[in-house]
């Protein structure tokens, strides 16, 4: 290693505090957005939703700086990147988390809320109320599929990176 390199540990360390800053942007950005949304009367479904997605991407932001510390103390030599350590915590009974697991419900929750609440202030939904089942189908399910999916592809992640020596099947002819 040469003057003005760093090692691989310092290279993690620098790369969780910028992921640390860039948290602590975003759960801000995501405290004036909730105040935003809450100030205004809950009048109809949009606000609601906007609102109630902006709170989860606050506990999801809150769960994710907790988390750094943790990653922090527990990284270890052979882990590639902080992602991929899964922090070791006691909140009434033993627990394990990757960063990504609080992360990203907290960018996907938060750009649901803010198109939430746009589409519901500048009158862009083209249906009333009185089609609350089209609401529930437009709106419910694809959050829903777009959770999952997010939780899916963690779990590929992950698996993945369990075992890294072991090489793909081989493709049927």
């Known amino acids: 290693m040469t003057d003005g390199e760093l090692s691989k540990d310092d290279q993690r360390m620098v790369a969780l505090g910028y992921f640390k800053d860039w ?5 801000v950005t ?17 606000h609601r939703l906007a609102l109630g997605a902006l709170l989860t991407s606050l506990v999801a ?17 052979d882990d590639k990147s902080f992602y991929n350590v899964r922090a070791k915590f006691s909140l009434i009974g033993d ?8 992360c990203r419900p907290q960018h996907i929750m938060l750009i649901i809320g803010a198109a939430t609440y746009c589409i519901g202030s500048f009158g862009m939904w083209p249906y009333t109320h009185s089609e609350s089942w089209v609401n529930l189908v437009l709106i419910i399910f ?6 999952i999916g997010a939780c ?15 090489s793909p099947p081989p493709p049927v002819t």
């Not at 948290?23 to 759960?27: A, D, K």
């Not at 932001?61 to 030599?77: F, N, S, Y």
């Not at 694809?142 to 959770?147: C, D, E, R, T, Y």
């Open 23 to 27: 948290s602590n942007y975003l759960l």
């Open 30 to 46: 995501t405290v004036a957005a909730t105040g935003w949304v809450a100030k205004e009367p809950l009048s109809d479904g949009f």
């Open 61 to 77: 932001g809150v769960i994710t700086l907790a988390l750094v510390p943790l990653v922090a103390e527990q990284i270890r030599d």
């Open 95 to 102: 627990w394990s988390m990757r960063i990504p697991a609080a």
């Open 142 to 147: 694809p959050l829903a599929g777009l959770i």
């Open 152 to 166: 899916s592809a963690s779990a590929a992640v992950e698996s993945a990176s369990q075992d890294p020596q072991k």
